[in-house]
């Protein structure tokens, strides 16, 4: 994934609060994906409009840790969920 493209959910795709196993899921038609900690906070900041360098530059403030690790880390979660169409990303 590159700085500059943009990552965003599809239509039908949303992240939801699981209150039976108290988890957080990446939730598609007819498919979910239960997601820990680092998943969650990827993905809560992605909102179709941010790059992903501006998201990992903002994870990077936010817990204090090298971007360009964050970047690594995130690109492979990311471009994983792109492949199973959790994920759309614009160039």
């Given at each position: ?6 990552p ?5 795709v ?10 957080w899921?990446l ?5 979910a994906v239960t ?5 969650h906070?990827?993905?809560?900041e992605v909102?179709g409009?941010r790059?992903?360098?501006?998201i990992?530059l903002?994870l990077s ?8 690790q964050i970047?690594?880390?995130s690109a492979g ?6 492949d199973r169409r959790?994920?759309d990303v614009?160039?």
């Amino acid at each position: 994934m590159n700085p500059e493209d943009i990552p965003s959910l599809p239509r039908g795709v949303r992240l939801h609060f699981d209150k039976i196993r108290e988890t957080w899921v990446l939730l598609a038609p007819e498919r979910a994906v239960t997601l820990d900690a680092v998943g969650h906070a990827v993905l809560s900041e992605v909102d179709g409009t941010r790059s992903f360098g501006e998201i990992t530059l903002a994870l990077s403030e936010k817990y204090n840790a090298p971007q360009e690790q964050i970047a690594a880390d995130s690109a492979g979660f990311l471009g994983a969920l792109r492949d199973r169409r959790f994920l759309d990303v614009t160039p």
